[in-house]
């Protein structure tokens, strides 16, 4: 009985160190993966010279992105049962999703404000009722300055309302 029972035990650290050597050269293969894709896209992007904000959004994206294909298949590999796992990543990707919609809306906002460009730096812009030069586009907000006053301008508001280019800045134009 006890020549059994060390039988079984030799045979279990046996499967389970295959499995966690498995598990350690998936997770090390999927970590060069990520970081490969990282710097392969800042190369790409600076050759195409996008904006740095966005390029950066994209590589950690990415990069995140492959990390958790990576935790989910290394799941696997140990035997877990990942498809509850992956419903619960939906189920939260869609409760995360509606609790920062308004969030996510200004940072898509602010890629798209990046992207095409309809004012600049320096620029004086009118958006409602707020009227001023612009100091800075970020990702989530556009900053304009009036008389003094820092105003700050959610992104979803600048690509839903109209705006008017009361002047453009002739320097960067």
Do not use: C
Not at 49 to 54: N, T
Not at 61 to 76: E, N, P, T
Not at 96 to 112: E, H, P, Q, R
């Amino acid at each position: 009985m006890m020549n059994n029972f060390g039988k079984m035990l030799f045979e279990q650290s046996v499967l389970w160190g295959q499995k966690i050597t498995i598990a350690i050269i998936v997770l090390l293969l999927f970590w060069v993966m990520a970081a490969v894709s990282q710097r392969v896209i800042k190369k790409i992007s600076g050759s195409l010279q996008l904006d740095s904000r966005i390029t950066s959004l994209i590589a950690i994206s990415a990069k995140i992105s492959l990390i958790i294909i990576g935790a989910v298949a290394i799941f696997a590999i140990m035997g877990i049962n990942i498809s509850a796992l992956i419903a619960g990543l939906g189920l939260t990707g869609f409760a995360l999703g509606f609790a920062l919609k308004d969030t996510i809306s200004n940072l898509l906002a602010g890629v798209l404000l990046i992207l095409n460009h309809p004012f600049s730096i320096g620029d004086r812009v009118k958006v409602a009722n707020y009227e001023g030069i612009v100091v800075s586009i970020d990702l989530r907000y556009t900053e304009l300055e009036d008389k003094g006053d820092r105003i700050l301008i959610p992104n979803s508001k600048l690509f839903t309302d109209p705006i008017t280019v009361l002047q453009q800045n002739k320097i960067t134009k």
